[in-house]
């Protein structure tokens, strides 16, 4: 089993930007604890972040290329972007939305998420365990 | 380590409504999938369920004596109780959102929760799973 | 054949509140119209009344062991809970709305009802003949 | 007495017109319907159809010239017609407002009647038996 | 000069309907004091009344025969009717939104008038008057 | 008979201020165009402006010594002020509501009048004769 | 094949109204643009003009009748009739709506067609061009 | 005279309920000072809790029982609650709305009281003496 | 203790004004009785009103010259002016906000006080004696 | 004479994704019978498309060198890029709008093209006949 | 060149009202910078400040009397004036918007400026620096 | 010092592009200005265009690698873009806003700036030189 863990716009930063929403972990840390929960379930995991819109949607679509699920933190996007939607809603495998902190207990436009409708779940506010979190419902759902 | 596992209205009936959209699963056979891995993690559950909205806020208000997290499933009332909002908010146990469904596929009222706000975090769309990874999201912020 | 005859918050008061909206009558004077014509039409009724949102709830859900409708006026809680509307979904009894005033004609906050949705139809504005119509109603959908 | 039956727009298709909604029954079934249940009561109705909102209008104001209630399905015209809400508010004659179908479990712009306030009642879902139900409540209503 | 006086739905009811919003005076009374008014002052009317939607765009497509203004109350199809505010935009005919009752001082949704917009200017609140000064603004429009 | 005419902000600029609106008449030549109309009417007028909401307001509550109705164009201030609104509202003397120009072919903030509602009637968009059309309704309103 | 081409309210004007939109192109044009057209295709067309919305659902119902398919310019009806729309949804004859101009390039109020959804699809803004799009894709449907 | 007092969902949190909002002072706290103040104007008063809608809106009914006065702090009820609504136009009893803290000054749900326009008036933000010039209230309007 | 008494536009005219809403007390009423309840507790007031926005706004900013607390009915302003709720955040007086009728009984648009959020409490519905109790609230804030 | 032909995001995925809303019919079928049906009109035609928003944008602005006419299916595009409308109303070459399916009969969030105003006209819901008619409207624009 | 720079209610107030938004700086202080560039610039500037809506209307109609700009900080009143706005637009004198604070990150009802619309050109956020920009901004308009 | 602008989607078009908006200039001529005034300065500026999103988000993140200030000129991406905003909010670096045109002088969907709220200012309206503005104002930042 292959899951691709995708992050959307500015998530390169994180770690050092905003702190107190964020935390101090950087995308690199969430890749290594993610890596290491994976090999514990014998998962294989590809991790891959862009500013890209566009690109973003590009990955989502060639995941029918070998991967059993989607981890998709959209980041920015997740409120503002039909195309994901449509990638999402067009793709055979499933795509579970995780958020590192609560998009609910932020500004009234980070509420409305535009993903979420074409997601399998969502999980969002446990920091980087939500995308751990992320990784065991992946796999549940393959194991049904 | 003790979780309080709440349930709302209707959620007795599981496994006999609406099966297209909450499939088969009983609340019982929940509480059985949640009592195992809840063993293997040494933490102790107790499982409640109640139709009454003034009796689900007395139960997260009684949390503070004993219970290191809340998780709750507050069916209709996640989108009407200010109430429970009110009683999460004053609780210090950190209380985590979990739904079968994804509320987010259905109808429009059901998109807005009026608890997500002051929980921990919100893990919906998986299922009983569902229940499973929220246990785990709660050990996981005690063990912090 | 057996109908189920609900009565949400206030009910209770009838005759004595607001008799410019509800007029005169009792609850007890409608169930006694409710009863003759139901012994004419050689139906078994049972009526009930409650404030509690969460006791309607499972009245609604217990209505399955042997009634063949129900005939609801949800009385504020029409108007207010999702909690009712998922146990009128979920319920396979034929539920049926009856209001006593016309509740279109009325305040803007009463002419939105979450549960007519759900229910098979709806019948509002009669006065006490309100239930007699829906007690027929139900019975003509039994007879179908 | 005499009741004045009033259809609006496309209701002449009843029974060839979207059936998994409106049924197999024609209008003339209906009439049928009502006219027997009419005899018993020892009532005398008037049949009428018009995809003209200005001829609707016009009946509603004639209503006054001897008939004691009028049943109105005004179809479309329930959604968009304030002339007609004027003609009913204008009408010493008592109108009830019937549907076929529970407008609303249909599209959101079924949801609001803008004849609805100035109604006497209104009854909705119960099929061709709506128009049963309406003529009682007239009935009714002219006994008081 | 000739000017066109037209009335929509429900003004034939007039000095019978709700006297207590728009008097007892009726249309045949309206007409008789546009008439003397116009008299005075050598204009020439012609009243016309129609509950039809189509009817009123016919004539005031037609006003461009041999008119110089148009009086306009066109009852309830001032909130619903595009037809008739195009009809008026296409018409080198200036037209005169006139109205008995004050709009302004009724139910929220005869506050916008759709016919506004495109009319020369509105007159309303003064009853009967309201046609007579409407008659006067025409007159003196022209004499510009 | 003695009427007072109010103007509210900016309408001191009249004929300097975007005449492609308001045309090139000043406040002086509406003056004497009022007058002229009423001398023929027998009646006194009084002529006054102010670019303060509260000075207006203060003329407003002392019409009632000695005027027999007010006509105001309050300019700017029908669609912001409530204070203007209660005044008119608590005054016995009646108060009509002019424009020079027709306010809903304007932008959109433009269309909504505060004071509509209390006041006795609206004339609006026919340049100065709005004034001397107010000035008839005014002393037919007294005449009944 | 047969093709039913209706017309909605005022566009009996075509040519004398509103040039600068509509262009000067009389609908007799458009009927001679069509017929020959249609004749290059060995296609029948009807073509009806009517004010009167009561009419345009009665052409609209009897489409079925003969008719492979009708092109529909609705006017003003396009955005407040929901009985036309009614009467799409129940026709078995696809129905393709057609507008002159571009109506998402005018006033915010012609943005919204209440009968897009119920028809087959849209074509908008190519002037009288329109029509002979729509008669082409019209063809086209019938001969899948 | 005697005066009930009423308190809603969670105000029997109150002290331990975040005190930056509240502050210290706990329910019992708030009787004793109502107390105090009520021995001094020789009034009786009975307070009561529940977290429970249902049995607020029963011991709103049952006010007439003996109670010149209710005082109301329905706490989240405040917003959500059309029955306790009913439940309080139907009462002879006058009812006094109090809140310890000024609901205008958080968050946007909390401004919306569904109560306010059935009570008598309303009094917020001055902390426990919120009570007791809610008890001054309700004896000046009984000495009236 | 210094108390600054304001009364904002149209209070002038209290006991003439609207006496189904207002009573026949006069604002001078209102001063004797506030001044007799000051006299008991040896406290000082300034009674003050304006019909100008302007002059509240400067009233405002000068209480910090020597007044302990200001009593603001703002009458019509409370819905309109952010000008007078910018005046009381900036004021280092505490400002308490007091209505004579209850404004969430009235007309829509005056259930929005703008000045709310930043006033310490409200105080509506008591008549006159709203502005004892405001100052009574007013004396316990200093106490503390 | 040349056309560009654009498409936006994901439409590389037609013929897999979805069917039952766009068929199965692909990018490359499309082409062809565009390719088809230009060279029986001696035009030249280029296909292009891409996921990213900024592409488009530039392909649009480059159109004015050597294109006459923008064919562009902007896909989700449409519905959220302010910048592909400033591209196209910048541009000197007219854009036409085209959908495979009819945006209105699906969710609410596609009714709305942002790009439409701006674009020449609109065709929608003829699948990939849109296209064909799509050309020829553009050949029809240049002919005048 | 001569500038006049209009400050509205309130700023009176600078550097002693919530300096956690507006910082130390008085009205005094930002006038000596105006004047120090002024002067570098050989430009005059006027300083006013008033809390009149109606004054500061009066002084932007006044402004064509010498003045080749005005730069205005409107205050609270940018976001309720339609007087200020329409005296902006009657001013053949150009006006610059400034703000000391940035208004786009305060409360929701500073985001909307009634007057910006028919402003030249706005600057917020630089503190008393926006000033010096306002000025700037006005000398290069004049020399161009 | 060292200052990057950016520039947004379709600047690359200034001075072809709608030059009734944006005049002749070019963005080669703007950055010559630019360049001019930094130079007396002593400040060094970099220039950047792009059509994509991500892109400018990218360079919004690097500017913290030696930049003291970004001005951004986001084009259309001012009104859709949240990656821009976080971008923006995750950044050490001061942001400035500038707009050519007066935003709120044109269609509505301009008048809302996503980023404003984050950016430290906003300069709008004046043409090419917002850009001199707001290189004099991060300067002025900088210098404090």
Chains 1, 2, 3, 4, 5, 6, 7, 8, 9, 10, 11, 12 share one sequence.
Not at 40 to 50: D, I, K, L, T
Not at 86 to 106: C, F, G, Q, W
Not at 116 to 126: R, T
Not at 130 to 142: F, K, M, Q, R, T
Request: aromatic share 6%; with cysteine; glycine share 8%.
């Amino acid at each position: 089993m292959k899951v691709l863990v995708l992050n959307g716009p500015n998530l390169n930063l994180l770690g050092k930007r905003e702190p107190e929403i964020y935390g101090h972990t950087t995308l690199a840390d969430i890749e290594s604890m993610v890596r290491e929960k994976a090999k514990g379930m014998a998962v294989e995991v590809e991790f891959r972040q862009s500013n890209h819109e566009g690109e973003l949607v590009g990955w989502v679509q060639s995941a029918r290329d070998g991967f059993s699920a989607v981890l998709l933190n959209a980041g920015a996007y997740t409120h503002t972007s039909v195309a994901l939607r449509d990638a999402i809603a067009a793709s055979p495998v499933p795509t579970i939305e995780v958020h590192l902190s609560n998009i609910y207990a932020r500004e009234e436009f980070r509420h409305k998420s535009l993903i979420a409708p074409v997601c399998k779940g969502q999980i969002s506010g446990f920091g980087a365990h939500s995308y751990v979190l992320g990784l065991e419902a992946a796999c549940n759902l393959n194991a049904r």
